[in-house]
């Protein structure tokens, strides 16, 4: 007999799904946060009232969004990304190293 947890089917299944949806919704949130960004005016709104952000890292929001968008327009068959490029390095900054 295996140690540990056996799962059954059933928990893998909804395991998979809820997987799936979330990064389903997390792509899209990403563009939609990226399309804000971009509505409000880049860095330039962003360091506007009333947000006051400092300049480079309104500069690392905009530059960080802007890459994780392109993950998320591929990820939703609408982009290619072109070249290797560490997006988890890239949004570093804005996850502080949280687990």
């Keep these: 007999m295996a140690i540990g947890i056996q799962p059954t089917l059933s928990q893998l299944n ?6 799936a949806l979330s990064v389903r919704n ?3 949130a990403v563009l939609w946060f990226n399309e804000y960004i971009s509505a409000i005016g880049g860095a330039t709104g962003l360091q506007a009232t009333p947000f006051g952000m400092a300049s480079g890292d309104a500069a690392a929001m905009v530059a960080g969004f802007g890459n994780l968008a392109v993950v998320a327009t591929a990820y939703q068959g609408n982009g290619v990304i072109a070249a290797t490029f560490n997006y988890m390095a890239n949004s570093e900054l804005m996850w502080g190293g949280q687990l």
């Design 14 to 19: 909804q395991q998979a799904g809820q997987i």
């Design 26 to 28: 997390d792509m899209q």
